[in-house]
DNA sequence: CTGTTTACCTGGGGGC
DNA sequence: TGCCCCCAGGTAAACA
């Protein structure tokens, strides 16, 4: 499930890359990944040349020339792969770019097929992310910008956090690690959250994103980095896929519910309720 | 407006 | 060993 950590260390790791790269041909194995047909895809990516790799939330941009922009997101199981060009393909390969000389090609995988790749032409990243409502960026966003929106309902913590269109880049890892840093419950209403406490939640949330990116990200089972290296933030986690061992601040049981349709692992006691009273 | 459920997919794990 | 069922979660869409 790559979130912001994740998709900014694919970002990364594609900008020393991908540059100057120049696309000669390309083979969809399974074109429900692109949200374009697959001749309109080809006529418009291959000849054409990389040019920049930027990111929006858990969105990934490739730009290439003539005005052409990929738009990607990897959501569950989604990998972008460099490897040696003749590498055979397995069953969950759905799309491989062959680059002009060099002994490489990129590659779509993704066991769950969940994924997507859009073509952009002359489309901006703001006018997409505006076109999809999504937030700023996690990493960028400052207090005094979501404030206003965050002030304007109440809705529990986790669901914000989650909502995309709030802020983007948290998924369901880092939710509960900034919440648990930031002593706030997941069912919490926002709406009895004061600014103090908001301001420390956004400083935690940087924090922890910080931390992940320079830790390469989380890897539970799918993710890696195009090099094909795991990340190493599941040994830095505090709450996440921790049921029932002990708390790192209190020693007591981390506990697992679930809010807003999602598996949500707290610490009771820790994080409070706004009255101070525990759960 | 809010929250909940379902669909999209596959692999992994538990129960038997 | 194998089958059935449920679970994991990002997002969109349908629903209460």
Redesign the pocket.
């Known amino acids: 499930?790559?979130?912001l950590p994740e998709v900014e260390t694919i970002a990364r790791s594609l900008r020393r890359f991908l540059p100057g790269k120049a696309i000669s041909t390309c083979s969809i194995c399974y074109s429900?990944i692109l949200t374009n047909k697959p001749d309109h895809f080809k006529k418009n990516v291959c000849r054409n040349t990389f040019r920049a790799v930027e990111r929006h939330?858990?969105?990934l941009f490739l730009k290439l020339d003539r005005g052409i922009t990929l738009a990607i997101?990897l959501?569950?199981?989604g990998q972008l792969l460099i490897l040696p060009r003749k590498q055979g393909t397995d069953?969950?390969t759905h799309l491989e770019l062959f680059l002009n000389s060099s002994p490489n090609k990129l590659v779509y995988r993704d066991?769950?097929?969940?994924g997507r790749i859009t073509l952009l032409e002359q489309v901006s990243i703001q006018e997409f992310v505006h076109k999809?409502k999504l937030g700023p960026d996690a990493l960028g966003v400052r207090e005094t910008s979501v404030w206003p929106f965050f002030r304007s309902?109440?809705?529990?913590l986790k669901?914000l956090l989650?909502d995309?269109s709030f802020i983007?880049g948290l998924?369901?890892?880092y939710?509960d690690e900034v919440l648990f840093l930031a002593r706030l419950l997941p069912e919490r209403?926002s709406g009895t959250v004061s600014r103090s406490e908001f301001r420390t939640l956004l400083n935690r949330m940087h924090e922890v994103l910080q931390k992940a990116v320079a830790n390469g990200g989380t890897t539970f089972?799918d993710y890696r980095e195009p090099g094909g290296k795991k990340g190493r933030h599941q040994q830095a986690l505090l709450v996440?896929k921790r049921q029932s061992l002990p708390c790192v601040r209190c020693d007591r049981p981390i506990e697992?519910i679930?809010?807003?349709?999602?598996?949500t692992y707290f610490c009771s006691f820790c994080q409070k309720k706004p009255d101070g009273q525990g759960k």
């Open positions: 499930m790559p979130e429900k939330g858990k969105y997101h959501r569950m199981t069953r969950h066991v769950r097929k969940f999809l309902r109440d809705r529990m669901a989650l995309q983007a998924g369901n890892i939710t209403k089972s996440y697992k679930r809010v807003a349709g999602r598996g």
